[in-house]
């Protein structure tokens, strides 16, 4: 069977390595050739092509140039953008030349099929269900692999531990003076599926969010295996192969079924899904259970996010059925899974103290869409690019690895973004 793109080359050009990333698989499944690119590299590209996907602006190139750009190479262009919101937004970038335009989030799938019009083709929505090769798989137990018995299974009950105050004592830099924070540059995207040492599962999710996508990110490091399926960007469904991880492993943890008698119960129903058995037995109401998978996703989501090695893929692809009915906001399962899964060496590694971070002019998440603390609602404000990591965290009225863990996943939602230094006197951007 042709596919509607095959045939057809497109651009796409993104900072967000992760989104470009999912916008390339998507075009992929369709059968087009595709053209990732970070940044205005994408314009050398544009010879040949039938469309151009531009999220602008482009890090090194404004959206007037970018447009431009396709209109001398009589590319057509969709443009997807954070920073042009609004009817105004859509009005300038269609005056520079966009043919199409979507606000972040986006349907993924809109902006592939709007792509596909401009080139000519239909592409028609996906049909098929995303797969699952993980609930029906055998539960990798302690004793089968050595890291799996080191992994965590998250108390879902107790809040993130807390710690003493670290003691203030000024800026860690002078101000205004000193050197300039080296600017954070990123990789090309990375292709549809990839290694995690190219990514974080935080990232991947705060891109499946934006792209508001429907499907499967599949998770796998050795012979541990993980799902976790977003309907318009929002967690929904997950699923683990370790067994501590498994529904019925939660359900004898929180006490509403002994290990003994859940396994007399699957030794009578081989085949019956674990939660159906619990809820004929007349031990699990379906409000207990809506709240049970919801604490699995978090878990299984959670467990994932300090990954530095294994893989990932995403397919496009309708829930699976017959899922509880669960919706998780993609923002809480983030920041509260960076706030308690991060260790310290890797913030301190990953976040370098001389970086300075400002308000990101497209963040994934608005802000009332986080449920901060106290401390992190004041902290948030200070950062407006005049003060260094070290200043924050010797700022903050938290422990160290609080503070990093909060910033590091402000950064990962696009709420704050790695910038040069700003002096102390120049006008700029804030959160007041």
Request: hydrophobic fraction near 50%; charge should be neutral; aromatic fraction near 4%.
């Amino acid at each position: 069977m042709t596919l509607p793109l095959s045939r057809k080359r497109l651009v796409v050009a993104a900072e967000d390595a992760e989104l470009g990333g999912l916008l390339a698989a998507a075009a992929s499944r369709l059968g087009a050739e595709v053209s990732l690119a970070p940044g205005g590299g994408a314009v050398n590209a544009l010879e040949g092509a039938a469309v151009a996907i531009l999220d602008l602006p482009l890090p090194d190139l404004g959206a007037a140039e970018a447009l431009a750009a396709c209109a001398r190479a009589a590319v057509p262009a969709v443009a997807v953008s954070g920073v042009y919101r609004g009817e105004r937004g859509r009005e300038e970038l269609r005056r520079l030349g966009a043919r199409e335009v979507f606000e972040k989030p986006f349907p993924v799938e809109e902006v592939i099929a709007a792509a596909a019009r401009l080139a000519g083709v239909v592409a028609r929505p996906v049909e098929e269900e995303a797969e699952d090769e993980v609930t029906g798989s055998v539960p990798l137990r302690a004793d089968d692999d050595p890291s799996i018995a080191a992994a965590p299974v998250f108390a879902l009950d107790d809040p993130p531990p807390a710690a003493a105050p670290a003691p203030r004592d000024g800026f860690a830099t002078p101000l205004p003076e000193g050197p300039r924070a080296p600017t954070v540059e990123r990789d090309a995207p990375p292709p549809p599926r990839g290694a995690l040492g190219a990514t974080t599962v935080p990232r991947l999710l705060v891109a499946l969010h934006v792209g508001q996508a429907t499907g499967a990110l599949t998770l796998t490091a050795g012979p541990v295996k993980k799902i976790v399926v977003v309907e318009k960007g929002v967690p929904v469904y997950a699923a683990s192969n370790v067994a501590g991880e498994r529904l019925g492993a939660i359900c004898v943890r929180r006490g509403l079924v002994t290990a003994e008698r859940l396994d007399a119960l699957r030794r009578a129903a081989p085949d019956g899904r674990t939660a159906d058995l619990l809820a004929r037995e007349g031990l699990l109401s379906p409000e207990r259970r809506a709240e049970l998978v919801a604490a699995q996703i978090r878990a299984v989501a959670w467990s994932t996010f300090e990954w530095r090695a294994g893989s990932y893929a995403f397919q496009l692809g309708r829930p699976p059925a017959g899922r509880v009915p669960v919706r998780i906001a993609m923002a809480d399962l983030v920041l509260e899974g960076v706030l308690r899964t991060a260790t310290l060496d890797r913030l301190r590694a990953e976040l370098p103290a001389d970086v300075h971070l400002a308000p990101a002019p497209d963040p994934a998440f608005e802000l009332y869409a986080l449920r901060l603390r106290p401390a992190e609602a004041r902290l948030l404000p200070i950062a407006d690019g005049t003060k260094s990591v070290a200043d924050l965290v010797r700022l903050a009225d938290q422990p160290e690895r609080d503070t990093l863990a909060f910033l590091q996943a402000c950064q990962v939602m696009r709420v704050l973004d790695a910038v040069e230094r700003v002096l102390a006197s120049t006008r700029r951007i804030g959160f007041m």
